[in-house]
């Protein structure tokens, strides 16, 4: 297995921009260009917890069904595509429907005393989150993309603008491993139902007001034998990926 961890000066020294690329650390792009393949299983683990998602997909992608297990329970996540813009998704013994555009992106969450509705840019990249609920509504997140790649998540916090900031390897993300998606949930995420993942893979991301400094996280990765990520590690989590083929 191979290993490839980045220091912040080595970020630094990759991008003259936000979302700009070079191949300033020999070897990179290589990895990153790994064989095309779909995720077959994603384990989370973060302060002690971890959880398994395995996917199954029907011929045209889309996700059919998630088998989520954890320490001491687990539950079949099952997808139905079958009603025209509708995707029914059974977690827990509830179904929840959603509503979906012709490509398949959830464009809103059912409706009820709170929800979210989302919009997608013309490469299926989500750029728009906004939150309802009973008497109000607000746009939670907006998304600035470039060259197919997220390069900011822009927000308010205490009125003051807030935001998370991507940077990239060459690579390619050829096994659209989602990590730049502004929706806060693993499993929702990797199946694509809010829309592709970003054209790289990061190395690195910068969190904070907009007038500070911000907070760097770098990542480190590990590869299998066809140069496709296995581990990412973020430092306060670790996401480990397995393959169909």
Avoid at 54 to 73: C, K, W
Wanted: with cysteine.
């Amino acid at each position: 297995m191979k290993k490839l961890t980045y220091t912040l000066s080595a970020l630094l020294a990759l991008l003259f921009a936000f979302g700009a690329c070079t191949n300033d650390v020999p070897g990179f792009d290589e990895q990153g260009q790994g064989k095309a393949s779909r995720v077959k299983t994603l384990t989370t683990a973060e302060d002690g917890w971890s959880e398994t998602y395995a996917f199954t997909y029907r011929e045209d992608g889309r996700v059919t069904s998630i088998l989520n297990t954890y320490e001491g329970g687990g539950d079949n996540i099952l997808y139905d595509w079958s009603v025209a813009g509708k995707l029914s998704i059974t977690k827990d013994g509830k179904v929840s429907v959603y509503e979906v555009n012709d490509k398949g992106y959830v464009t809103s969450d059912p409706k009820g005393d709170y929800y979210n509705t989302y919009e997608y840019d013309e490469d299926g990249i989500l750029i728009k989150l906004t939150e309802y609920w009973d008497g109000g509504s607000e746009v939670k997140y907006t998304v600035e993309t470039k060259a197919k790649n997220v390069l900011k998540h822009k927000s308010k916090r205490s009125g003051k603008d807030y935001q998370k900031v991507f940077t990239y390897a060459p690579g390619l993300n050829s096994c659209h491993i989602q990590q730049t998606n502004a929706v806060n949930s693993p499993w929702k995420e990797q199946s694509g139902m809010h829309g592709v993942a970003s054209n790289r893979i990061i190395i690195g991301q910068n969190v904070g007001f907009v007038e500070a400094e911000g907070t760097n996280t770098k990542l480190s990765y590990e590869f299998d034998d066809f140069n496709r990520p296995t581990k990412i590690d973020y430092g306060y989590k670790q996401f480990y990926y397995t393959y169909e083929d």
